[in-house]
């Protein structure tokens, strides 16, 4: 008897969570069209080369798995309004790693090396992420390339 008890708690309980889970969720959904238009509003305000070189780069990500003629248009402009800033032109290159990162395995990873290469004269709260951001990446084309030796040195060294 007491083991149909039991059973009985465990299946009330297990059905208790099956139905919570349906409510629950981790986090929203992002409304990507006002994040587009918010970054295409960003663009047209008077505000430093500098956001407005995040704002486009921002708009690659968004891009690249959608028109990737877009996002090489964004990924331009955000190089030309890098120019002055030379923190800002060490990203480009981590962002051009990502606009080939599914078409061009080289060119994405020669793009990931120069980022890596000029971002480590950075020594800043932002350049550490953006490096390991940028190994990460790196570390999965390796994996791609079916290197998992390599991938994994690559994120227990570097990434981390």
């Not at 550490?128 to 791609?144: C, D, E, G």
């Amino acid at each position: 008897m007491l083991y149909f008890v039991s059973m009985f708690r465990s299946f009330y309980a297990l059905l208790f969570l099956l139905c919570v889970t349906g409510y629950c969720n981790a986090q929203l959904p992002l409304d990507q069209e006002r994040y587009v238009d918010s970054l295409n509003n960003i663009l047209k305000q008077n505000v430093s080369d500098s956001v407005k070189a995040r704002a486009n780069y921002f708009l690659v990500y968004y891009w690249t798995p959608r028109d990737t003629a877009i996002a090489r248009k964004h990924l331009e402009a955000g190089r030309r309004f890098s120019r002055a800033n030379p923190y800002m032109a060490a990203l480009y290159y981590g962002h051009e790693g990502y606009f080939y990162y599914m078409t061009d395995m080289a060119r994405s990873e020669a793009a990931f090396l120069k980022a890596d290469t000029l971002l480590s004269r950075f020594h800043t709260k932002e350049a550490y992420p953006a490096r390991s951001n940028i190994w990460s990446a790196y570390a999965v084309l390796q994996q791609r390339k079916d290197d998992d030796k390599a991938y994994i040195d690559i994120v227990l060294h570097k990434a981390i």
